[in-house]
């Protein structure tokens, strides 16, 4: 990658993140045709399936240009780190579509980049946080236009700037050598949030934020996100989940001593952002003990565990009754795999629901990642992550995983190079089965004409895609699966139950046809 930025002779790399940004695309893009002539530069779109004529507008756009139209919203970091990958620039420049730029910014901002020390640049602005508010340095009244404002801040302050502890990202320049040593933005913060954790990261690995006083860049602000009817929702959840992260870091979370504010307060409500981890046990102690702790380790996303007894006999009633943050229901007998799902579901009034085996260990902020989809894809009802143990397209070909560290780090190499972080199916096995609560209220919960388990599963998929839904893989996810131990630890015919239920899957679908 170093080798092709210095043959390119391009200085610039300029990353545009687009998601219906049609309305004011045209300005950005007029503006830095204006203001950019000085330098050798590149523009780069990536669109999260604009409908709304984005890519079109800059596909007219003449000169060194590149597009990479994604065909399901990303979300911002991972659009922005897609850009990343393809530029070919020293400087690269991440720039809102809601942005005009003014002259002579890109060498300006540059300017900053070669103080020793230097991680990072970005100018003043009129929509903007923190102490990059041009309002702090610039008192003229009479001056308006933002070539104006931009003019008099290089009479002011040309080639002065000051130190900060965060940049904002609408308008933010790394040099390409910082992001080769502190890696590209954490894509777990979909929207919002990723250029606090990356202004943390750069000064935990010793760079300098700069923020140049004689560069105005005019921000009309939040026009990506108030695009979506959710935005604000999933600028939230982001929030949370870098709150969750630095906790666990550091062990304390205070954006004033991190970034010098504090109006960085996430909080999430239960109401609509709670998931609800039903697990169905029926003994097998040993493997929910295992599950238990894997999902207390891994799991940043807000979520509850309930616990659904079938009649345990190995002293899992005693151990779950010690477990405060699990919510436990006891059944006498064994009512089976469905039956215990939908006491778990009527339990619960979580908006989503995570069906999970108790022979599972799920791995590094796995259920954040599934949960993704539902940013993805508006009409996903259903998502389901891959396995070593599963079926179809969630079935991966794993080495021999025989500890903790191995199934992490397994987990992690998935992530690293998984090819697209969704994948739409027609089939999601139920060992772990995250639900939009919309599915429930218009199909129903899970058929227990099944008895134990199998193909209830396929039958609740097959109802959900009737309706319109859509299924997908979360390809970036990985869970080690034991496989069928509920039916090993308790000396269950699998096979004998699997052809019975396949006959009444049968049976059912075809009396429907008819």
Request: with cysteine; proline share 3%.
């Amino acid at each position: 990658m170093t080798e092709a930025v210095k043959e390119s002779g391009i200085t610039y790399s300029i990353i545009i993140v687009t998601r219906n940004s049609a309305a004011d695309l045209p300005g950005c893009l007029e503006s830095i045709v204006a203001c950019s002539n000085e330098a050798a530069y590149e523009v780069i779109m990536v669109d999260n399936a604009s409908d709304d004529g984005s890519e079109q507008i800059f596909r007219a756009l003449e000169g060194n240009v590149t597009i990479i139209a994604n065909h399901y919203n990303a979300g911002y970091a991972r659009a922005a780190n897609q850009g990343i990958a393809a530029a070919k620039g020293k400087y690269i420049v991440l720039l809102n579509p809601d942005t005009i730029t003014t002259p002579r910014w890109l060498t300006k901002l540059s300017a900053q980049l070669e103080r020793s020390g230097a991680g990072a640049a970005g100018p003043l602005s009129n929509y903007v946080a923190g102490i990059q508010k041009y309002e702090l340095y610039y008192t003229e009244q009479n001056i308006q236009t933002p070539a104006d404002i931009n003019r008099s801040l290089e009479n002011y302050y040309y080639r002065q700037s000051v130190e900060s502890r965060m940049l904002i990202g609408f308008c933010l320049m790394i040099p390409r050598k910082v992001i080769n040593e502190a890696g590209m933005f954490d894509d777990d913060l979909i929207l919002g949030s990723e250029d606090l954790e990356y202004s943390h990261r750069l000064r935990a690995k010793g760079y300098e934020l700069h923020i140049a006083l004689d560069t105005f860049i005019y921000h009309k602000g939040q026009t990506s996100f108030n695009s979506e009817p959710e935005s604000e929702r999933w600028n939230n959840r982001s929030a949370c989940i870098l709150r969750s992260k630095l906790m666990r870091q550091a062990g304390e979370f205070s954006p004033k001593k991190i970034w010098g504010i504090d109006w960085f307060q996430p909080k999430l409500s239960p109401e609509s952002d709670l998931v609800s981890i039903i697990i169905p046990v029926y003994n097998g102690l040993k493997f929910t003990k295992i599950c238990l702790q894997s999902i207390l380790h891994h799991t940043l996303y807000p979520y509850e565990v309930i616990v659904v007894d079938n009649g345990s006999t190995d002293g899992t009633v005693e151990f779950l009754k010690r477990q405060s943050e699990v919510k436990l229901i006891e059944n006498r007998v064994n009512l089976g795999f469905p039956a215990a799902c939908n006491q778990g579901i009527a339990a619960s009034q979580s908006p989503y629901v995570l069906l999970l085996n108790n022979d599972v260990i799920v791995t590094e902020n796995w259920l954040w990642r599934m949960f993704q989809g539902f940013f993805a894809y508006k009409d996903a009802g259903l998502i389901g992550p891959r396995a070593n143990d599963s079926a179809g397209f969630q079935q991966i070909k794993s080495p021999k995983l025989e500890t903790m560290e191995q199934i992490d780090n397994f987990a992690a190499k998935i992530k690293s190079i998984a090819p697209r972080q969704f994948r739409e199916t027609d089939f999601l096995s139920g060992f772990a089965l995250l639900i939009d609560r919309r599915v429930i209220d218009t199909v129903g919960g899970l058929d227990e004409r099944f008895g134990i388990g199998n193909y209830e599963d396929q039958d609740f998929c097959r109802r959900a895609r009737a309706a319109g839904f859509k299924l997908l893989v979360a390809n970036e996810v990985f869970i080690y699966h034991f496989g069928s131990q509920s039916f090993l630890e308790n000396h269950i015919d699998y096979q004998r139950i699997l052809q019975e239920n396949r006959v009444k899957y049968e049976r059912k679908w075809t009396e429907a046809a008819v």
